[in-house]
């Protein structure tokens, strides 16, 4: 989701028709919650704004034989209200300034897809607002393959394998896989707000929480991790 928070009697010129998006009014204040799509955006006239723009979250693996994979960590968080957190523990960013007639490209990136019971978890897409980046949810596969840096995804059950760092300033990392056969588990996702959960024997890890943020006029907690899997009843021979 992308999320602009305009001054009082402020508005886009225009929003181009590939984006989904809802506008409400919070204290005479428009807020512009774009919520999927990409295209370009157009000011009237140079003023600073509050945004809110997180990717895409990770999807979580399957179960595969003899390991259990790591839950899908969340899509990377980038704020910059007042008096509120970007994800990884960093503070809110400077808001932004465009400058009169200024056309920028907004882009909410999607959620990875499900996948099937074998398959590995699949990265979230990017979130664009103008030169504001956030990276899509990460995750990691078999063999310990990268997926993806939003927030750290996590390692896959027949060997631990370290989660995939999160990207400074949006989230954290995943928390670490168990081996185990039966009980291998995978980490939870990590979240906007804290690392993923480490798995124990027959036990997932759990997903991180997300930060909590009241651009739209109610606090809303956004952007945390997913849990794991076990493969509990698993003897490989």
């Given amino acids: 989701v992308v999320i ?3 001054p009082a009697g402020k508005a886009f010129t225009s929003i181009g028709s590939g984006l989904t998006y809802d506008l409400d009014i919070v204290n005479d204040q428009p807020v512009y919650s774009f919520t999927a799509g990409t295209d ?4 009237g006239d140079g003023y600073p704004f509050q945004y809110l723009v997180i990717a895409g979250g990770g999807a979580g693996g399957g179960n595969n034989v003899g390991a259990a994979r790591g839950g899908g960590g969340a899509g990377g968080y980038r704020s910059s209200v007042a008096g509120e957190s970007s994800g990884g523990g960093a503070s809110a960013e400077t808001p932004k300034i465009l400058n009169i007639g200024y056309s920028f490209t907004v882009t909410v990136g999607a959620g990875g897809a499900g996948v099937n019971f074998n398959d590995a978890g699949t990265r979230g897409f990017d979130s664009v607002f103008d030169d504001i980046l956030s990276h899509g949810g990460g995750v990691i596969k078999a063999a310990g393959i990268s997926l993806g840096s939003g927030n750290g995804g996590v390692g896959v059950g027949a060997t631990t394998f370290p989660p995939q760092p999160a990207t400074a300033g949006q989230g954290f990392d995943g928390g670490d896989a168990v081996q185990g056969n039966p009980g291998a588990a995978g980490g939870g996702g990590g979240g906007a707000s804290a690392k993923g959960g480490n798995a124990t024997l027959f036990n997932g890890g759990v997903g991180a929480n997300g930060v909590a943020s009241s651009i739209t006029g109610t606090s809303v907690y956004r952007a945390g991790g997913g849990g794991s ?8 021979t």
């Avoid at 370009?40 to 000011?43: A, P």
């Avoid at 899997?229 to 490989?236: D, I, P």
């Fill in 4 to 6: 602009a928070r305009l």
């Fill in 40 to 43: 370009d955006c157009e000011i």
């Fill in 229 to 236: 899997v076990t493969n509990a009843n698993e003897n490989k």
